[in-house]
């Protein structure tokens, strides 16, 4: 089983639609989750950090539920530039410190 | 710096030679990451460094790689005798401490190493 797993999509998804991404972890002992937005050919930038009591940034809601090890964000209103891929990050307890494990991505295509 | 950055941005060479990559991470980030994506793929982890040590080197695919750190600062990733199959992008992060607490990765634009 992968540490991090996402669909992979595409979501394809009209201007000012709701779409909603899920990713999965497998490490009970993680303490850190973020999400990552990855453009074409660039590097990937850190989206939020996600917390045990959801938040929220703008148009942006990231919510994790520890007892099934998921962690979900949710993009409000849509626009043409949220189009790109969206990295769920967990970081991994390593002997005593921890390194972040990125999943593959789930793609996003905002159509106008 | 301002950023992380790394060098060569691009980088061609021959099947057999050996490439180094060098990452310089923001000023005072104690903690640096290599990590390699291929054309269409996520990320895979390589190596990790908490000051100059590192504690985990079991994502270096092969022992081709190796890779160090000075000063608490500057990294080089070093591939050994190329094969076709490193071509990759490689990216540097660098981070307060290890992702403990809610501190997250600040990469650098990558270098893209091209095989031929």
């Known amino acids: 089983r992968k540490e991090v797993e996402q669909d992979p999509g595409p979501f394809n998804v009209p201007e000012g639609a709701t779409v909603a991404f899920n990713c999965t972890y497998s490490n009970s002992a993680s303490q850190s989750f973020f999400w990552y937005r990855q453009d074409c050919r660039k590097e990937p930038k850190l989206l939020m950090s996600v917390y045990s009591s959801g938040n929220e940034d703008g148009r942006f809601t990231a919510q994790l539920n520890r007892a099934s090890q998921y962690i979900s964000l949710l993009i409000r209103d849509s626009k043409l530039s949220d189009s790109a891929t969206y990295l769920c990050v967990v970081n991994i307890p390593e002997d005593s410190s921890y390194k972040l494990i990125f999943g593959s991505g789930t793609r996003l295509l905002v159509r106008p | 710096g301002a950023g992380v950055s790394q060098s060569p941005s691009n980088k061609v060479t021959e099947k057999g030679k050996d490439v180094e990559l060098r990452c310089d991470p923001i000023s005072g980030h104690t903690a640096l990451y290599w990590y390699r994506q291929r054309l269409g793929q996520g990320l895979e982890f390589l190596i990790y460094f908490q000051g100059n040590s590192a504690p985990d080197k079991s994502g270096l695919p092969s022992d081709r790689f190796s890779a160090e750190r000075t000063g608490e600062s500057v990294s080089t990733l070093t591939i050994q005798r190329t094969q076709q199959e490193d071509s990759a992008v490689y990216l540097c992060?660098?981070?307060?401490?290890?992702?403990?607490?809610?501190?997250?990765?600040?990469f650098g634009s990558g270098t893209r190493l091209t095989v031929v």
């Open positions: 992060a660098s981070s307060p401490q290890t992702g403990t607490g809610s501190y997250g990765y600040t």
